[in-house]
């Protein structure tokens, strides 16, 4: 369920990072797990553009960032 509530959120917000990392968490955690790691890409994409251009106000925590670079990992932050 929360995986369709953060997917018609996105499509509402489709550049707010933190957004897109709440969706990529919650996708890992249906198993929706190559999903996952694209949604955590692209959030940890907006990431790196708001930092670049300074918006403070919307930079991803760092715990937030390193879930979502276990996420966007070729094992998808599991175990091998």
């Excluded at 890992?28 to 930092?51: G, H, V, W, Y």
């Excluded at 251009?53 to 175990?79: F, M, Q, T």
């Amino acid at each position: 369920k929360s995986v369709e509530w953060y997917s018609e959120a996105a499509a509402r917000y489709p550049n707010l990072a933190s957004l897109r990392a709440a969706r990529a968490e919650s996708m890992q955690a249906a198993r929706q797990l190559e999903n996952a790691a694209a949604e955590a890409k692209f959030a940890l994409e907006l990431d790196e553009l708001n930092r670049r251009e300074g918006h403070a106000d919307k930079y991803l925590p760092e715990s937030v960032v390193a879930r979502l670079r276990a996420i966007a990992a070729p094992n998808g932050g599991r175990d091998p």
